[in-house]
C-alpha cells in the first residue's frame, strides 16, 4: 500500500503543550509530506521532509524521517488552539506523482 | 492566484440524478488529482492527470463515475446515476509535476455532496 498511516488516531493535549504524531509507510519514498485540515476545509500542505534528510524544522514544526524504518513524526511545540485540526502524512512515492492519504491524526488542543 | 477553485461548493440532490462536480487547478500545474473524503473511508484517491491525460483511475468506485480534463485548466467529475452513498466531500487538488519534483499538493475547499 502506498499510504501513510497515522498514529494516534486521535490526540487530545492543552494548550502550550507539545504533540507528536506518528507515520509509518510501505514504499520507497521520494520525500514525504505532512498536511493539515482544519474542519470543513481542504488540506494545506505544512512541510516535506526529503528521502535524504533526517530532521527538518518550520516554525514550531518539527519532522523527522527514518527510511531504515519506514516511518516519520510531526513534532508541534507549544501547542495552541488554533491547531486543533486533522494531520496526515503523504509518502511521496519514487518516479510518481501520486499521493495517498492515511485516515489522519485528529489533534485537538483545549485551550 | 486564486488558488483551487472548486464548485458548487455545496448540492443537494435526489438518488438517480446527475451530479456535476467543477475543478480550475493552478494555473501552470500539470496534474489533477480527484479526492473523496467519508468519515468512514477517510480521504480516497478517485483518479489523477498528468498533461490533461488520466494517468490512473483505479480509485474510480464504478462505472457511474466519469472523470474529465479537456484542457489545462478545467476538469469535471461526473456521477451518472447519483445514490445516497456516494455522499462525501469532493476534493479537487493540483501540483506542478516533473521528474525531481517533490510534488505538493494544492487542494480546492471542496464540494460537499448530499445525495438524498
Known amino acids: 500500500s502506498q499510504q501513510g498511516e497515522e498514529d494516534p488516531q486521535a490526540l487530545s493535549i492543552q494548550e502550550g503543550e507539545n504533540a507528536t504524531m506518528n507515520c509509518s509507510y510501505k514504499?520507497?519514498?521520494?520525500?514525504l509530506q505532512w498536511y493539515r485540515q482544519n474542519s470543513g476545509r481542504g488540506l494545506v500542505h505544512l512541510i516535506l521532509i526529503r528521502s535524504n534528510e533526517r530532521e527538518k524544522h518550520s516554525g514550531r514544526l518539527r519532522v523527522t524521517l527514518d527510511t531504515s524504518k519506514k516511518s516519520s513524526s510531526l513534532l508541534i511545540t507549544a501547542s495552541r488552539a488554533a491547531d486543533t485540526a486533522s494531520y496526515f502524512c503523504?509518502?511521496?512515492?519514487?518516479?510518481?506523482?501520486?499521493?495517498?492519504f492515511g485516515k489522519g491524526t485528529k489533534l485537538t488542543v483545549n485551550p | 492566484d486564486a488558488g483551487v477553485i472548486q464548485s458548487p461548493r455545496h448540492e443537494v440532490t435526489e438518488m438517480g440524478q446527475e451530479v456535476t462536480l467543477r475543478c480550475k487547478p493552478i494555473?501552470?500545474?500539470?496534474?489533477l488529482f480527484w479526492y473523496r473524503q467519508t468519515m468512514m473511508r477517510g480521504l480516497e484517491l478517485l483518479i489523477y492527470?498528468?498533461?490533461?491525460?488520466?494517468?490512473?483511475d483505479s480509485g474510480m468506485p464504478e462505472d457511474r463515475f466519469s472523470a474529465k480534463m479537456p484542457n489545462a485548466s478545467f476538469s469535471t467529475l461526473k456521477i451518472q446515476p447519483s445514490e445516497p452513498r456516494d455522499s462525501a466531500v469532493y476534493f479537487c487538488?493540483?501540483?506542478?509535476?516533473?521528474?525531481?519534483?517533490?510534488?505538493?499538493?494544492?487542494f480546492g475547499e471542496g464540494s460537499r455532496l448530499t445525495v438524498l
Open positions: 487538488a493540483s501540483s506542478f509535476w516533473l521528474a525531481g519534483a517533490t510534488g505538493e499538493l494544492f
Open positions: 494555473s501552470g500545474h500539470n496534474s
Open positions: 492527470f498528468n498533461n490533461n491525460v488520466p494517468i490512473d
Open positions: 503523504a509518502p511521496h512515492p519514487n518516479g510518481s506523482e501520486k499521493l495517498v
Open positions: 514504499t520507497s519514498i521520494n520525500n
